[in-house]
């Protein structure tokens, strides 16, 4: 079954570098989430997008930026790169209008490294 | 804020006995719990997901227990086997939407 793509895998940026991650879901699923991950860290909710809005935020930088797309990817845009944004990145996608809670499946990541 | 956390970091088990893995949340309003498992340089996968109606729920080799009174989950893996090997997490999310996941437990199998 098709998964969830995520590109890069890998990024190398120096500081106050931009960098964009994609992240293609699921076919049919039309809702995104991204999520940071820190070195031995948990998953933190940064921002989603149902139908091409955004739907929830959460502690996204405002450094950064997303959307999604007609086709329903969706890109992180992130700007002035710091040390501090060095983690995996995760997108997550779901089906919202299967039921109240939705399972989302996860991509393989992109591993973000700001020098 | 509002969190997920667990109550041991590291777990360390011999092949073929039964793991459990704890998780205390905060959030008395969450409707959905979930069980993730993550090996190294791969995104979360789905276990087990409990509704907060319930207070079992089985699957293969894995059962999630969830007590409201004290606000904790815990997932039991039967056997446990070197592939199951990863980083375990309890996430939580009010009514669907974005998952408040909690500290991760490694869960080490030896053989």
């Known amino acids: 079954a098709a998964g969830v793509i995520q590109s890069p895998r890998h990024l190398i940026k120096e500081k106050r570098e931009t960098a964009t991650l994609k992240c293609y879901p699921i076919?049919?699923?039309?809702?995104v989430y991204w999520y940071q991950q820190g070195p031995g860290q948990d998953p933190q909710f940064l921002i989603s997008f149902y139908e091409k809005m955004q739907s929830d935020k959460g502690s996204i930088p405002d450094r950064f930026s997303a959307q999604q797309f007609s086709d329903y990817h969706s890109e992180l845009n992130m700007s002035s790169l710091e040390l501090g944004d060095s983690a995996l990145y995760f997108c997550?996608?779901?089906?919202?209008?299967?039921?109240?809670?939705?399972?989302?499946?996860f991509g393989p990541g992109t591993r973000l490294t700001v020098l | 804020g509002e969190s997920v956390g667990l109550h041991l970091p590291t777990l360390s088990v011999q092949e073929g006995d039964n793991s459990i893995i704890n998780c205390a949340y905060s959030n008395s309003a969450s409707d959905y719990f979930i069980w993730y498992k993550q090996e190294s340089g791969k995104g979360p996968q789905f276990i087990i997901d409990i509704r907060s109606n319930m207070d079992k729920r089985q699957g293969q080799r894995v059962t999630v227990l969830l007590n409201k009174t004290v606000k904790h989950l815990s997932l039991q893996i039967a056997a446990t086997q070197p592939g199951d090997s990863a980083v375990y997490f309890c996430?939580?999310?009010?009514?669907?939407?974005?998952?408040?996941f909690g500290q991760g437990t490694e869960l080490s199998v030896k053989p």
């Open positions: 996430a939580e999310t009010p009514a669907g939407g974005k998952l408040i």
């Open positions: 997550a996608s779901s089906l919202e209008a299967a039921s109240a809670y939705n399972e989302q499946f």
């Open positions: 076919p049919r699923h039309d809702t």
